[in-house]
Structure formats: C-alpha cells, structure tokens
C-alpha cells in the first residue's frame, strides 16, 4: 500500500509539472502570436475605396 501511494503522488506531481510545463510555458508563445497576429491583422486591414 505504501508503494502505491508513493506512485499515485510521482504520477500525480509529474502531471501536474508537465501540464504547467506544456501550457504554461511552450505554449503561450504560441498563443500570444496567433492572438496578436489576429489583432494586427484588425488593425491594418486594407481600406476599401470610397465611391462618391
């Protein structure tokens, strides 16, 4: 039983260290740039012609 507890809290810790590893870490660079590219592409979109 002691051996049990001891894996479930290695396995526990390791995937909580990976999900803050993979999300918290690797790839909020990858979300900042699709949400600021989103928005630069917003803010510099081409103005169509005005027809008077």
Known sequence: M???IVAFAVAYIFIFFWGWLLNGVLLRDLV???IVG?????IY???PPRTA
Do not use: D, L, N, T
Request: glycine share 8%; net charge positive; proline share 7%.
């Open 45 to 47: 979109k081409p103005v």
């Open 38 to 42: 989103a928005m630069v592409g917003a």
């Open 2 to 4: 002691k051996r049990f």
């Open 32 to 34: 900042e740039m699709v």
